[in-house]
C-alpha cells in the first residue's frame, strides 16, 4: 500500500475519530479507504462536495439575478453594470 500524508484541521480529526470509533472502523486509514470506495461506487456524491459550502444558485437568469440585486437598493449603478457584465460572460447563467 501506498502512504499519503494529508493534513487537515483538529476539528477534522477529532470528527474522523469519532466517526471511527461510532462506526467500528479498525482505524482512520480504513475509515478513508471505505470513503474512497464509497466515491469510486458513487461518483456523483463529490459534486456536492466539490463546491460545499458553496451552492450554485438556482436562478441562472442574468436579467433576474441583476433585478433581485437592485430591488435591495444597496448596490450603485456601476456595480450593477459590472454584475450583469461578468454574469453574462458565464457559462453558468445565461442572458
Known sequence: MT???IS???DQAS???RLVSVH???NRSEFIR???RLIKTKPDILEEA???PFVSPKEKSVKKVV???AETKKYSKDFLKDLTEGLSKSDYFKS
Open 8 to 10: 487537515i484541521s483538529q
Open 34 to 36: 471505505s470513503l474512497l
Open 15 to 17: 470528527l474522523i475519530d
Open 24 to 26: 467500528g472502523f479498525t
Open 67 to 69: 433585478s433581485s440585486f
Open 3 to 5: 502512504t499519503v500524508n
Open 50 to 52: 466539490s463546491v460545499y
